[in-house]
């Protein structure tokens, strides 16, 4: 059984940053791959940005590529998203999750766990 618990979201005016975290309890990231996915109001569940149990090749959304960063810090079993230039379209419920090792960090359905999502609103 694997625990997540995403923080980091809030209320911020486009062109700011933040940072999400996403704390892990009961398996190792090193084991697992994972990602980030948002839902928007009204909108499916879409992918944001991933990492494969290596840890080595971030993947990233055209969306956010050139403004998110995904990163793990395998000690404190905790992965981050920092958010840079955001915009008002990045507007969404933000979620982590973690899946079996391979391919696929783009595909919900091959997730085993997720976080229960934190809320992350840009302004214009």
């Known amino acids: 059984q694997v625990q997540l618990v995403e923080s980091g979201g809030g209320l911020v005016q486009a062109g700011g940053s933040l940072r999400l975290s996403c704390a892990a309890s009961g398996r190792t990231f090193s084991t697992y791959g994972m990602g980030w996915f948002r839902r928007a109001p009204g909108k499916e569940r879409e992918p944001v940005a991933g990492l494969n149990s290596d840890g080595i090749i971030p993947y990233y959304s055209d969306s956010v590529k050139g403004r998110f960063t995904i990163s793990r810090d395998t000690a404190r079993n905790t992965v981050y998203l920092q958010m840079n230039s955001l915009k008002p379209e990045d507007t969404a419920v933000y979620y982590c999750?973690?899946?079996?090792?391979?391919?696929?960090?783009?595909?919900?359905?091959?997730?085993?766990?997720w976080g229960q999502g934190t809320q992350v609103t840009v302004s214009s």
């Open positions: 999750g973690v899946r079996p090792a391979g391919s696929g960090w783009n595909a919900p359905t091959r997730y085993a766990y």
